[in-house]
C-alpha cells in the first residue's frame, strides 16, 4: 500500500524522522539502512507547496502575489522563513546590484522597480 507524502508529513508533524526501508519499484529492490530525508521532504505539506509553484512560476515573487493573494513583504518573509531550514554554503553571495538584475531577469519585478532599487 502507497501512502501518500502529504499523510506522511501530516502525520510527523515537523518531527525528525529517519527512513529504514526504500523499494526501488521498477525492479523491486529494497534497500535497508538509516536514511535521513532532504530538506525540501522535512518541510511542512504548506511549505512544500509553496515552494512547488515559487519553482513553477520561476520565481517570480509577482506571481506568487497573484497565486496566492498575498503581499510581496509577505511572501519575502515567507522564503526566508522557509530558507533557514536549509543549510546553504554561500561561496559569493550576490550584491544588492547583481540580485536586483537578477530578479528582474526572472521576472520577479518591473524594469521601473529595478530602476528605482537600483537608483537609491
Keep these: 500500500?502507497?501512502?501518500?507524502?502529504?499523510?506522511?508529513?501530516?502525520?510527523?508533524?515537523?518531527?525528525?524522522?529517519?527512513?529504514?526501508?526504500?523499494?526501488?519499484?521498477?525492479?523491486?529492490?529494497?534497500?535497508?539502512?538509516?536514511?535521513?530525508?532532504?530538506?525540501?521532504?522535512?518541510?511542512?505539506a504548506e511549505d512544500q507547496v509553496f515552494i512547488a509553484a515559487f519553482v513553477k512560476c520561476h520565481g517570480s515573487i509577482k506571481e506568487m502575489e497573484r497565486i496566492f493573494g498575498i503581499s510581496y513583504p509577505t511572501v519575502k518573509n515567507r522564503l526566508d522563513r522557509i530558507s533557514q531550514q536549509f543549510n546553504f554554503v554561500l561561496l559569493s553571495p550576490l550584491s544588492s546590484t547583481e540580485e536586483t538584475l537578477d530578479e528582474l531577469k526572472r521576472g520577479g519585478i518591473t524594469a521601473e522597480e529595478a530602476i528605482e532599487r537600483l537608483s537609491r
Design 1 to 44: 500500500m502507497v501512502k501518500d507524502w502529504q499523510e506522511l508529513t501530516r502525520l510527523t508533524q515537523g518531527k525528525p524522522i529517519v527512513v529504514e526501508r526504500v523499494r526501488l519499484v521498477e525492479n523491486d529492490v529494497i534497500i535497508q539502512g538509516s536514511f535521513e530525508l532532504p530538506s525540501l521532504a522535512r518541510l511542512s
